[in-house]
């Protein structure tokens, strides 16, 4: 397939007239050919107002042909073949054989979603039948469904140029809600986004879908984003990104005359508490495995483990001196672009000159381009717990270590921190208590609680949690990979005393769709 | 009781130092003993420190502690006895009947949410056991509960000085998510505040739980609510009022270092549509119908139908005849405060010097104090779409006849108009066509859509919608009345590899709580 730098809108492809940019290779800093005019206020209004003529329509298709067109869309990626990750490891930086992890992944989420949309408990269908006997006053006859919010604005991330980006969690779960997307694809991968969203759009074809179900809008700078999130047909946003874009974001949509919902997965430094009794018998091997997960991706990872917290002696001694052998040991990795480099450059930096961390070791350097050398710092407690910026993100592979005097300094500690992805316990049995302790503040300060196991990797499956409190994300109260990540996307309506014929059809009587119900406060299946 | 003006502030009475507030009897204008001192920042402070350090004791209280809670509650409010009707008639100028039946609404409502604790349903428990011999990648164990989100700051509203206030559905739900409640009572009815508040802190004592679950705050002005939507400690709001009101909130919680959710319900004109045949065979019958709703409550009900829509010709013109005289008949009615009177009366002056409106009929005047004139106008469907000021929420009894030129311009208004809490089609079997055609637009615009009934009358049950896209409510994806409230405080939280000692008791092997859980994805109960 030929890139051709077009966005994509609906069922057209249109060269933008907005000034052009391309990928850039980061392992190169070689530029990468096509150019990709930067789309503007006419393309967002174009495909946001195809995105709204199609959602009445798209909304009420039937659960089989939903779930077949997000298996159609896994099956168009596929057949895309190697161009596809060949392109993303040029666009990225990162490695084949995560590529392709990410690709089966993307491909697999997309078949979960349909496999969650024909089972139908998303529609949470809730009957209560009139009671016209009842005294003093009758009941009318009451039903519920959830139904699609509106057409989604997805923005795609630049760490995950296939899993997070144009057919990534966002799209799959708002596609599988019922709601079209128009995506806005990040100028990091815009060739990877070509490849996928005429993927998507080639599915849409495929399946007789309204062409306004899809579109992919590509442009550098902001005004693709802004003009999105404030266009009036667009009802929710879903973005992964950095805190500032996301709070931005945020705030653009709030003050909307309507304001709608954004789902923003910002910010994390994925706290792990080694507590005593695992760090005296394994400290060694909790430095290997520590380090293993900070230099996972270049350190590009949402999830990246940014925070350790230990109790100081000997055995949190013994622990950083394996680990920052092991830092040193570490060979430099790609970074997804330039910009991602220097912000994580900046901020070794700002650790490098606080007078309130210290530098345990850094990680081998590289004259290549766009370079990430591995980092360790280490503070105490107390300086942390009276300087914010340490717990600033440093997207990459850096990482503090928090030397506490006690166990009280550790809750403290932990008391302390924003809301996060994840949270970690490294005990053995006798740490137990310790853990038991901690578990309620972990529980109200991250979306996803481990023990003895790394923040980085993350199932999809149904239980996932991927989300958490500000600023972990704008909103603590879904996730944004896992099936329940379709729950963002619905609203319920309920209907009161409609003819059979009206009734959409999961609420008819009878069930005609199979799907669980409760009836009266009893569940039916 | 000896009603004593004070702050309910955990287990202790507290009488604030700010300037003192009184009820006043709207029916007689008669100012009502005692003086309320108006509480400030240091009693918000204090309520919402102790509503923090209850938190994690209360929401893992087991789900047959927290029921006899609800349930007590309920208990203790009907063992106030025959006083708080009393207190409450003074304070609204609502008849007995009505309170009597409101009472039986917020016990049974209480009640309701005691049923939801105890089956479960609500910890949405999710298990994904771990696949150890999976390849490529071993997945690990996961499971999924919901937890509360933390302390609520519950506004009372002035129109059910016991459904939608102190212990309404508002704190009802977030009692039964696990959630601590301070509440800012509304200065309509400090009384019946004060009253129903010294029940629930009683419920907590007997109950045994930490004062800090439940607190009253109460005092004129804004400087209150504000101070507790500000407040670190609170981690969502719960809301019904006015739009500027619910909107000032919302922008608060949304400029917090960590923004919040709101749920404000907040204005909604609740369009009822008029389809032809429905309009020719029996207008009169609706006519007297739509009177009747409209006149519920002195029109003082969110559900109030404040718009009707027909198409323009002999069956709209006799339905108006109709409505008109039985607007004309219909008596004064006491209003809830002076200040809600006064506003009324402003929005009908506005109808009435609008060139695009005109008046159809009033009812019957008074010279008693705070009195409802019930009111009746027509525009005409252009002039509707072309002023946004006509789609005003005007609270009391008062309503707006749209007459449109013909089905096209019936679909227009529909598709013009804001969020809505209800939609409602009056209708015979041959407006099905034409009832199907405007469904679409019905379902995007508002939570609850009902065939041939009342707007008025909201069932507290399962099925329920009482919410509805902005400006309805702050957030369209999720109800304020019936047993799906309790999702709103509730957000999600993944446990990966826990030792059974450590995992929540509801995600445990072999189900100890006995809840339905998604295991695998499969459904088990």
Redesign the interface.
Known sequence: MTLEGTQLIGRETVLATGEAFHAIDPSTGETLQPAFPTGGQAEVERASELARAA??SYR?TGLEARARFLETIADKIEGIGDELIERAMAESGLPRARLE?ERGRTCGQLRLFA?VVR?G?WL?V???PALPERQ??P??D???RH?A??PVAVFGASNFPLAFSVAGGDTASALAAGCPVVVKGHPAHPGTSELVGRAVQAAVAECQLPEGVFSLLQGAGNEIGQALVTNPSIKAVGFTGSRAGGTAL??LA?NRP??I?VYAEMSSINPVFLLPEALEARGEALAEGFVGSLNMGAGQFCTNPGLMIGIQGEALDAFLATAAKAVEASGTQTMLTPGIRDAYDRGVAALASSDKAREVARGQSSDAPNQCQTGLFVTKAKDFLADETLQAEVFGATSLVVSCADQDEVKRVAEHLE?QLTATLQMDDAD?DF??DL??TL??R????????WPT?V?V?????H?G???AT??????SVG??AIHRF??????????Q??LPEALRDGNPHGV?R?V??Q?E?
């Open positions: 959602f009445d009420e992890s496999k089972d408990e949470d809730r009957i209560d003093p006053m009941r009318v009451l039903r519920q139904v919010l509106g945020a705030r709030q309507e304001p919902p809301g137990v853990a038991r578990l309620p529980e109200r991250a979306g996803r609680v481990m023990v003895n196991g990797g199932e499956c149904h239980a996932m949690v989300g409190p500000y600023p704008s909103d603590s109260r879904t996730t099936s329940a619905l609203r319920p309506v309920c209907y009161q005393n409609l003819p014929a009206l669980s409760l009266d406060g569940r299946h």
